[in-house]
């Protein structure tokens, strides 16, 4: 069937005089060379119809609108199936929504009966004095299900399936009532926001025992492949140790009970890790939907007794699971419950918030488990692509193997080769060796690692209490500012433990060698919660015997939890020496820093000091702040923060490396504690964005300064103000979209800069405390320094000057582009200079 083609004009009108017809083998044609260049030159289609004789009768701008046409087809097409797919997402969005809501409703009539029911139970028992059953009716009126009360049963057998079966069906009936009905008092957590392309509908327990967390949302995966991936627990819950499965017998209706024994990782080094006996139900429901139901097996609940294992506190899994129900047009919704007694009694009193806080729950678990399973999806549809040529799977990998390595050393199991070494007499830092370091690093490391003379690895670890830092900012910072805390030369060290042959342990001098860094971004994920990156620390030796340092060092960094925005989130920073060739199999040693909130102390007024838990080490007296503030800014926290380094040693240099690491890791907390004070937002204020730094006018005149001086130098306004309010000026430059940054005018140094707007930072990359550490000719490029020099004497004369488009870099070594710059002067009230503004205007990373 031959097909014609109509002319479109340019406003789109189509036009009818002209038209061909195209003959299958023409079209054929035309789609072979579409696949391979959808946009020919005009000489390509010139080149077109001499090489096709079936193309001759047709003119080159004929060919030239077919292939408008046939690009504009393609846009259409992809946008159907965009939208098609939205509409699907959309259509289970609002199925799950409504489904929600019936919940919800049905759990408002529970509560509205149940008040009715207490008020007048407590109205007839305050009528009553003679009845000394009234204790017992007003206890009858409490909402029961919030207690989860377990049945009691005698032992079942654990050879008899039956018994099993029944402690199975029993879990599977209350985890459903907990996914879909009313059995927890759910509340929703704050910003988990109900969208096609959100995580889905979070919410966490309020009054029940232990801590629950529960979500609900859709992925594009089948029903069996989600359930596949939930199984893997240790490859998506980064606080599973191991998981057995010690037992699986099938039931007659095509399911499977299993027998499992897990063991999970303490988040700190302060209070014992975890383990699990439970019975895992998995089966099917008339409907279709999959479901994996899973609960402890006790001596109230009946069946066979767990294996015992001292290093562990055995902790209780309540009626949790998935149900998985597939998507009409394909992929699942699903339904997570996570219900734990974690046995709060058994850890210090401090760190109780961390076992008691359904929020952290959440975030490690239910949320996470979501999380992968849209990350896997989004993989497999080839929706995410990575650089560097390397596979999903393998920078998976990659992470894990850090976080694994990390939980490790913070925990320093037996079982895995660590004993406790003596320490000097003060307890702030611990330090514990491996001598058979293959028992946990696996055979890939050979003798790379160690050397002839024997050895291992030494970790040395501590944990601290902060107040009010959020985690998220003080990870933030320490991984941009690497060269406030570390030591070069340690890293160093680190570095040439890849090697076959060490060289000497050296003092710890933090800042000694100050290396910069340049941070490689390899991958993250689809929310950007995590990201894994390559850090090059670029060396420099300023004596002969330095030479060892000057050479480039690389480290495979993971960070996660940044988002300040994020409830309940841990923030980690985890990093271990590479070497140039990066393979897949690359040994890593990992060290790094975690910090786990902890909930806000209402019981008085918080100090802004930064304490040790682990001894004595106190940083300066703490001072209250008035009260109020704290709450008003809503910066009252408190966090956990634990600290491990790994080392290799040789025997013979064992006890140098020991001395060397807790010398080192004291420095680094002393590092951390000082950073954490600065950078509090109960002394940044940072909700009001820009603070006056020292040396600098108050923040209002300063803004003030620079919108006068723009308009004096320029002609014209910096911005239109909205608002006579004394702070207008202030908020308008600080959200200006423009990157608008303020610097020192010195004959005899450096230009430094002194002030940026909200803009001015994400572009640099920095924060309002580190920014005075950049200098002007740090970010330009080879050819803005030029242009700057040339138009310098202007800017002081004339007062401003408009630079060409161009090329700076940020303080973590990323390259922007600007499309203009203005510099002017920035006047004082006396008119004097006070300092260089500049603007760069339309800036994007590259």
Same mark, same amino acid.
Not at 168 to 183: D, R
Not at 277 to 302: A, H
Not at 593 to 610: H, M, Q, W
Not at 703 to 722: K, N, P, Q
């Given at each position: ?196 392309? !959100?995580? &889905?509908?979070? @919410?966490?327990?309020? *009054?029940? /025992?232990? $801590?629950? #967390? ?6 594009? =995966? ?77 001596? !109230?609940? &009946?069946?066979? @007794?767990?294996?015992? *294992?001292? /290093?562990? $506190?055995? #902790? ?6 998935? =149900? ?86 913070? *925990? ?435």
């Amino acid at each position: 069937m031959a097909l014609s083609v109509y002319k479109v004009s340019a406003n789109n009108q189509m036009d009818t005089s002209k038209y061909v017809r195209y003959t299958p083998e023409q079209v054929e044609a035309l789609e072979r060379v579409y696949t391979e260049c959808p946009k020919p030159s005009s000489l390509r289609r010139q080149q077109l119809i001499r090489e096709c004789p079936i193309l001759s009768n047709i003119e080159p701008k004929q060919i030239k609108v077919w292939f408008q046409n046939r690009r504009c087809r393609e846009k259409q097409r992809k946008e159907a199936s965009r939208l098609q797919t939205v509409n699907r997402k959309l259509t289970a969005m609002n199925k799950l929504l409504m489904e929600e809501n019936d919940r919800l409703q049905k759990q408002v009539s529970h509560l509205v009966y149940e008040n009715g029911y207490m008020k007048q139970q407590l109205h007839s028992a305050s009528g009553t004095t003679t009845d000394n059953s009234c204790e017992s009716v007003v206890m009858s009126g409490q909402p029961q299900q919030q207690q989860n009360p377990t049945p009691q049963h005698p032992q079942r057998d654990a050879n008899n399936p039956a018994g099993l079966l029944a402690i199975a069906e029993e879990a599977l009936a209350e985890f459903l009532s907990k996914a879909t009905g009313t059995a927890v008092d759910w509340v929703q957590m704050i910003g988990m926001k109900p969208g096609p392309d !959100s995580i &889905g509908i979070v @919410a966490v327990s309020r *009054n029940c /025992s232990g $801590v629950a #967390a529960r979500a609900c949302g859709l992925v594009s =995966l089948e029903p069996t492949k989600v359930a596949e991936i939930l199984k893997d627990r240790p490859s998506w819950f980064r606080d599973c140790r191991c998981l057995d499965v010690l037992s699986a017998i099938p039931t007659g209706s095509g399911g499977t009970i299993e027998l499992i024994y897990m063991q999970t990782y303490a988040p700190t080094t302060l209070a014992a890790a975890r383990d699990f006996w439970t019975l895992r139900y998995t089966t099917s429901l008339e409907d279709g939907s999959l479901v994996m139901c899973e609960r402890s097996l006790t001596t !109230s609940t &009946g069946g066979p @007794a767990g294996p015992p *294992n001292t /290093s562990f $506190v055995r #902790a209780e899994m309540l009626p949790s699971g998935y =149900l998985i129900r597939p998507c009409e047009g394909g992929g699942s919704i699903i339904h997570i419950v996570d219900h734990v007694d974690l046995d709060v009694w058994s850890v210090p009193e401090v760190l109780r918030p961390l076992y008691e806080s359904s929020k952290i729950l959440a975030q490690k678990m239910t949320i996470a488990a979501l999380r992968h399973i849209r990350q896997i999806a989004q993989e497999t549809s080839g929706e995410i692509q990575y650089g560097g040529g390397r596979q999903p799977a393998v920078l998976r990998t990659f992470s894990q193997r850090l976080c694994r390595g990390f939980n490790d050393a913070v *925990n320093g199991f037996a079982d895995d080769g660590w004993s406790l070494m003596s320490s000097d007499g003060v307890e702030d830092v611990t330090i514990m060796i491996n001598s058979s370091p293959n028992k946990f690093l696996g055979s890939q490391y050979g003798t790379s690692m160690f050397s002839t003379f024997g050895g291992g690895v030494l970790c040395a670890k501590a944990s601290m209490l902060l107040q009010n830092v959020p985690p998220a900012l003080l990870v933030r910072f320490l991984r941009e500012h690497r060269s406030e805390w570390a030591d070069y030369g340690v890293d160093a060290y680190s570095a040439a433990c890849l090697k076959a042959s060490p060289y000497a342990v050296p003092c710890a001098r933090p800042g000694g060698f100050p290396g910069s860094q340049v941070i490689l971004p390899l991958a993250h994920t689809v929310e950007h919660e995590e990201f894994l990156e390559v850090v090059r620390l670029e060396g420099h030796a300023f004596s002969p015997e330095d030479v060892a340092l000057a050479r480039d060092m690389y480290l495979l960094q993971l960070c996660s939890g940044v988002d300040e925005n994020a409830i309940g989130a841990c923030a980690q920073l985890v990093f271990a020496p590479i070497d140039e060739s990066f393979a897949d199999d690359a040994p890593l040693l990992p060290s790094g820093f975690r910090v786990i909130p902890l909930d806000p102390k209402s019981d008085g007024p918080a100090a802004t000091r930064t304490l040790d838990l682990a001894s004595t080490l106190e940083v300066g007296a703490g001072g209250a702040r008035p009260d109020g503030e704290a709450d008003l800014n809503g910066y009252n926290l408190r966090s956990v923060l634990t600290i491990a380094f790994q080392f290799t040693f040789e025997n013979h240099l064992r006890d140098n490396v020991a001395a060397m690491a807790r010398q080192y890791v004291r420095s680094v907390v002393g590092s951390v504690q000082r950073v954490a004070m600065a950078i509090s937002p109960s002394r940044l204020s940072s909700h009001m964005g820009p603070k006056s730094l020292p040396g600098s006018p108050e923040a209002l005149t300063l803004a003030r300064w620079i919108c006068r001086s723009y308009r004096i130098h320029t002609g014209g306004e910096l911005f239109r103000v909205d608002s006579q309010a004394g702070d207008a000026i202030l908020k308008q430059l600080w959200h200006h979209s423009d990157a608008i940054l303020c610097c020192s005018v010195k004959t005899n140094a450096s230009p430094v800069f002194t002030f940026a707007n909200q803009a001015g930072l994400d572009m640099l990359e920095t924060t309002l405390v580190a920014l005075q550490d950049i200098m002007l000719d740090k970010i330009l490029d080879e050819a803005g320094r030029k242009i700057l020099c040339s138009e310098f004497s202007k800017i002081m004369q004339q007062g401003f000057a408009y630079l060409p488009a161009g090329i700076c870099v940020s303080s973590m070594g990323r390259p922007v582009s600007y499309e203009q710059a203005v510099a002017w002067k920035v006047l004082n009230d006396d008119d004097s200079n006070h300092c260089l503004a500049f603007m760069f205007i339309n800036w994007s990373f590259v």
